[in-house]
């Protein structure tokens, strides 16, 4: 057939993000892409409008100020990090740069969508693996590991459970991979952790060639509009992902917004405050209306319905929705009797919980 794109390419279903609007709700609250319930810092916004005085010149190709930034916030060799247009396209990137046709991709079985796009689009096979209780499974990753693994996806914390992987797994599974093997740690939700192991994701990075982290500012750091996140890389990984990757992958405003958001400690404390004390309460206030919520460490909730007639997740998000709240349904996660909540503004978590209330209420 003329113009075929490459095998595995019509198998993927195009991403679809939360939604951000419901027919005939004026001004719905969204709570359905964990982004930063206090949005930026000043500072990112000060730095953002000042730099869009910039805009009829390129910017900078390698994202030279912010991998600065970077470097200088956690220590590390600012030629280590490429930066990118949001941490999805340095996931992609990577599969681009190291699969082969027929290479096989690990993940969890509820993981980010994008790591099974970015295997089908190079014609590699997504290989989706069990996992326990919503959480994976280092075991079972390893069982699936075969000669033709070239890339394992780890989302820790995990996007949609909201659990962790404590690092010794990390560094068990990583002991397990051969060294063609490259273990991606997406660290998007990182700053939210509130674990003196974490930082051991990094030391591994630094140590071992087949490691790499991939981090955002469009979480915490409440930059998901700008499109900006980095990844911390071997100098040889660097030097793969920078021959493939757009000349100007990252606009100067997304530059120097995540170079200033970096700067803002009392802004990134509030924010982790504000997430700690929500996060708490809704959860317990959730699991007091009889439904399941799995411990989260990062900022949204992965809520478990009953699925009897009437307490369907489905049936939930209708109500939500009309409510004015929107969330976002797990369908496409494998996990169709949850709903994912954001942990949003207080206001908005307030009246979260109280039309959650009614729903629940409901005969
Ligand atoms: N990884 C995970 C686990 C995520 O949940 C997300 C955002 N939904 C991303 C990566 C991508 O984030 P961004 O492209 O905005 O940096």
Redesign the pocket.
Known sequence: MAFAPKPGVLEIAPYVGGRASVPGVVAPIKLS??EGALGPSPKALAAYTAATCDVSIYPEGSAQILREAVGAAYGLDPARIVCGN????L?TLIANAYLRPGDEVLFGEHS?L?YKIAALANSGVPVSVKEKDRRVDVDAMLAAVTPKTKLVYL?NP??PTGTYLPFDEVKRLHAGLSPDTLLVL?A??AEFVRRNDYDAGIALCLKHDNVVM?R????VYGL?GL???WALVSPAVADVLNRIRMPFNVSIPAQRAGAAAMSDHDHLQAALDHNTLWRDRLTAAIRGLGLAVDDSVTNFLLIRFPGTPGKTAAEADRYLCEHGLILRGMAAYGLPESLRLTIGPADACEKFLQVLTAFMARP
């Not at 949001?86 to 396209?89: A, F, I, L, N, V």
């Not at 955002?216 to 979480?219: A, D, E, G, L």
């Open positions: 892409s964990n949001g941490s999805d396209e996931l980010f994008v989302a995990a996007n997406d998007a939700y991939t955002t500012f469009s979480k998901a499109r900006v996140g």
